[in-house]
Nanobody, 127 residues
């Protein structure tokens, strides 16, 4: 099993920055992909960013390109989501996810690609 623990959420004003962290432990694989999803009230869960651990290939949703950056620390088995120029519409619960295997690039943005999920961390952006 894999355990994912997110941290770094909070309440900030529009235009501010936040950095989320997700630590992976347990039977984690160096070939897995880790991702950040978010879900706002009344909306579907969407993938905002993903990173393949073995080669660093990334995926970003169009809504966050140029503002969010996903990165990984191989030693710490941790990924980060640096969120800049935050907007009220970024308000959501942010979830970390990890795949059991090594998915193809075209599948990185889909929830079905991921096998393990964290509990989520709330991000609230005030206008």
């Amino acid at each position: 099993q894999v355990q994912l623990v997110e941290s770094g959420g909070g309440l900030v004003q529009a235009g501010s920055s936040l950095r989320l962290s997700c630590a992976s432990s347990g039977r984690t694989s160096t070939k897995s992909t880790m991702a950040w999803f978010r879900q706002a009230p009344g909306k579907e869960r969407e993938c905002v960013a993903a990173i393949r651990r073995r080669d660093g290939i990334t995926y970003y949703a169009d809504t966050v390109k140029g503002r969010f950056t996903v990165s990984r620390d191989r030693v710490k088995n941790t990924i980060y989501l640096q969120m800049n120029s935050l907007k009220p519409e970024d308000t959501a619960i942010y979830y970390c996810a990890e795949s059991a295997g090594s998915p193809i690039v075209s599948s990185l943005g889909y929830a079905a690609t991921y096998d393990y999920w964290g509990q989520g961390t709330q991000v609230t952006i005030s206008s």
